[in-house]
C-alpha cells in the first residue's frame, strides 16, 4: 500500500488564487513527522513546511500553511496569494517513527501551474 | 556559498562504465544522503551516513558503493552501469529543527543518462 499518495497529478491555478494540494498517508506509527517540498523546473528540492504527529495547531509558514487532518490522515498544502513562482512540483512527503532519520517517504507528487 | 553541492550537475556515460558523483555540504550537518529519482519523478532514500558511519542503506544494488570520508562529504560510486541507472541522484544533508523536524537540505541533484 502506498504510504503517501497525492491524487492530483496536475492543478492549475489563477494568480493571487489560493490553492489546495492534496496528500494522504498511511501509517499505523503514533509518532510521524509530514513535510512538503517544491520542485521547480530547475530541479532543486526546497523545503516548504513541516507537521510533527503531536503538534497541536496547524503549521504555517509565510503564504504556506499544512491543513492537517490526523484523523482522516491527511496534510494538504494550502497556499494563499499564488504567485507565477509558485508553478512548480509539489511533494508531500513522510518520516515515520520517533527516530528522527531523514528517510524520508515521498508521494508521486501534484504540478502547480499558476496562470496570469 | 552553496550549502550542498554535488558534482558533476550532467553525466551521460555508457552501460558498463564505472562513474562517482560528489557531494560537499558546508551546513555542519552531522547527516548525509542519497536519493534517487526516476523518470516518473519518484524520490526514493538510497543511503544515510551520519558523522562518516553508514545509518540507511535500502535495497540498493550492490554495484552503489557510498563513501563518505568525514561528515561533509558523502560520494556515490557506481560501477557496470545498467540502462535503469539513468536518473537523477540528490544528495542531501540534515538536521534536526527546534521544532524537533529533521529537514533535509537537498543539492541541485545529478542526472546520470546510461546510453
Known amino acids: 500500500a502506498q504510504k503517501i499518495t497525492q491524487t492530483q497529478p496536475g492543478m492549475f491555478v489563477q494568480e493571487k488564487e489560493a490553492v489546495t494540494l492534496d496528500c494522504t498517508y498511511d501509517t499505523s506509527d503514533p509518532s510521524y513527522g509530514l513535510f512538503w517540498y517544491k520542485q521547480p523546473s530547475s530541479g532543486e528540492m526546497i523545503f516548504l513546511i513541516y507537521q510533527g504527529s503531536y503538534d497541536q495547531q496547524n503549521a504555517t509558514e509565510g503564504r504556506y500553511s499544512l491543513n492537517f487532518q490526523k484523523a482522516r490522515k491527511s496534510a494538504n498544502l494550502v497556499i494563499s496569494a499564488s504567485q507565477l513562482g509558485d508553478s512548480a512540483m509539489y511533494f508531500c512527503a513522510m518520516r515515520e517513527g520517533s527516530g528522527n532519520t531523514g528517510k524520508l517517504i515521498f508521494g508521486q507528487g501534484t504540478t502547480l501551474q499558476v496562470k496570469p | 556559498d552553496t550549502a550542498v553541492s554535488q558534482t558533476p550537475k550532467y553525466l551521460v556515460t555508457q552501460m558498463g562504465n564505472d562513474k562517482s558523483i560528489k557531494c560537499e555540504q558546508n551546513l555542519g550537518h552531522d547527516t548525509m544522503y542519497w536519493y534517487k529519482q526516476d523518470s516518473k519523478k519518484f524520490l526514493k532514500i538510497m543511503f544515510s551516513?551520519?558523522?562518516?558511519?553508514?545509518?540507511i542503506n535500502e535495497t540498493v544494488p550492490n554495484r552503489f558503493s557510498p563513501k563518505s570520508p568525514d561528515k561533509a562529504h558523502l560520494n556515490l560510486h557506481i560501477n557496470s552501469l545498467e540502462l535503469g541507472d539513468s536518473a537523477v541522484y540528490f544528495c542531501?544533508?540534515?538536521?534536526?529543527?527546534?521544532?524537533?523536524?529533521?529537514?533535509?537540505?537537498f543539492g541541485a541533484g545529478s542526472r546520470l543518462t546510461v546510453l
Open positions: 551516513y551520519n558523522n562518516k558511519e553508514l545509518i
Open positions: 542531501a544533508s540534515s538536521q534536526v529543527l527546534v521544532s524537533g523536524a529533521n529537514v533535509l537540505t
